[in-house]
């Protein structure tokens, strides 16, 4: 799974990530049909800066 995050107020990443795992998480992947693997990473490019930040979040995902 992909997730893209935006920084709230446009540079507080913390709680934009940790807004976006607990959505994950705690709501999409319990009614998905699919387990993390254990396997969760962030990608910061140059995209992670500028005037639109963003930073993709990857989670390795398996059926259950």
């Known amino acids: 799974a992909v997730i893209s995050v935006r920084p709230l107020l446009g540079f507080l990443w913390p709680p934009a990530l940790m807004r976006a795992k607990q959505h994950f998480y705690g709501q999409w992947l ?3 049909g699919y387990e993390a693997a254990d396997l969760e990473y962030e990608w910061h ?5 500028g005037k ?3 930073i993709e979040l ?3 995902l398996k059926g259950k």
């Not at 490019?45 to 800066?49: H, L």
């Open 30 to 32: 319990p009614t998905s």
């Open 52 to 54: 639109k930040p963003v």
């Open 58 to 60: 990857y989670v390795a």
């Open 45 to 49: 490019t140059q995209q992670s800066v």
